[in-house]
């Protein structure tokens, strides 16, 4: 029998690794000794963290990636097509890529495209991609989304200052019809919907930051988990410098859920 719609999930392709995070009563000065206060191991990844927070909103949610054993380990390898070709895609409404081996991506990204192509339009998978690292090769997956996130180190890499200018010089790499958006730190975060029009939110600080790691990947979680349920890009946008924000001011994820903003 056919998954519901609302039943579907949201798929999360990428990076699981282990971060160990030492906490130290100020941000150290280069090449400086500072003595930690405390050290903690969590689970991290960019794609690894961002199941993670959509699991907390509320979103049903898998992940897939490379998996080791024990707690620690090197050179995994990374996920390729003939992996991806035993996901069972009608068991997704939404697939997002964290920007790694891209040329395996696109590969993995035609296969729901060609998937798409038979099934009814409320049936069709929404792909989504993180393009977060300044490096060429993936910059061929600006053109393979419906909705493109495009960090503020890439933009700066490739020439833009401003948001707003990496939304006007990259919106021609998109497909027809893709949702661009840029997070920029304590400015916010702006997009260009299907038609081109800007969008912006604010940044929310938290009245004391203690933990930014991964912030970045809860905001593209809160605004995936918004937009999967059909809501504007504005309100996702919002939402997501929301969370993101919220984030900020507690250690790791598990605070997410009590915040008020679900």
Avoid at 32 to 44: E, T, V
Avoid at 99 to 125: C, F, H, L, S, W
Avoid at 128 to 142: G, N, T
Avoid at 193 to 200: I, M, S, V, W
Wanted: with cysteine; glycine share 8%.
């Amino acid at each position: 029998m056919a998954l519901q719609e609302e039943q579907k999930k949201i798929l999360c392709v990428g990076l699981v690794c282990l971060d160990i995070i030492s906490v130290v009563d100020k941000f150290p000065q280069e090449d400086s000794d500072s003595r930690c206060l405390s050290q903690r191991w969590q689970r991290g990844g960019n794609a690894s963290n961002s199941c993670t927070v959509l699991s907390l909103l509320g979103s049903p949610c898998a992940f897939m990636g490379s998996l080791c054993a024990g707690p620690v380990a090197s050179n995994i390898a990374e996920v390729t097509l003939d992996d991806f070709n035993a996901v069972d895609l009608s068991a997704f409404k939404w697939i997002h890529w964290e920007g790694r081996n891209a040329d395996e991506q696109v590969k993995m990204i035609t296969r729901v495209e060609r998937y798409n192509q038979t099934v009814a339009p409320e049936r069709m998978i929404v792909v989504s991609v993180e393009i977060e690292k300044p490096r060429e090769k993936l910059y061929q997956l600006f053109d393979r989304a419906d909705v493109v996130f495009v960090s503020k180190d890439v933009a700066r890499h490739l020439g833009f200052q401003t948001p707003t200018c990496a939304l006007r010089g990259l919106r021609p790499r998109l497909r027809p019809g893709a949702v661009l958006i840029c997070a920029w730190a304590e400015k916010g975060a702006d997009a260009a919907d299907a038609d081109g029009t800007l969008l912006h939110s604010d940044a929310f600080p938290p009245e004391r930051v203690l933990d930014t790691l991964g912030a970045g990947d809860t905001f593209n979680a809160a605004v995936i988990h918004k937009l999967a349920r059909g809501r504007p890009l504005q309100e996702a946008l919002t939402f997501g410098c929301r969370v993101a924000g919220a984030k900020c001011g507690f250690h790791g994820y598990d605070d997410i859920a009590h915040t008020g903003l679900i």
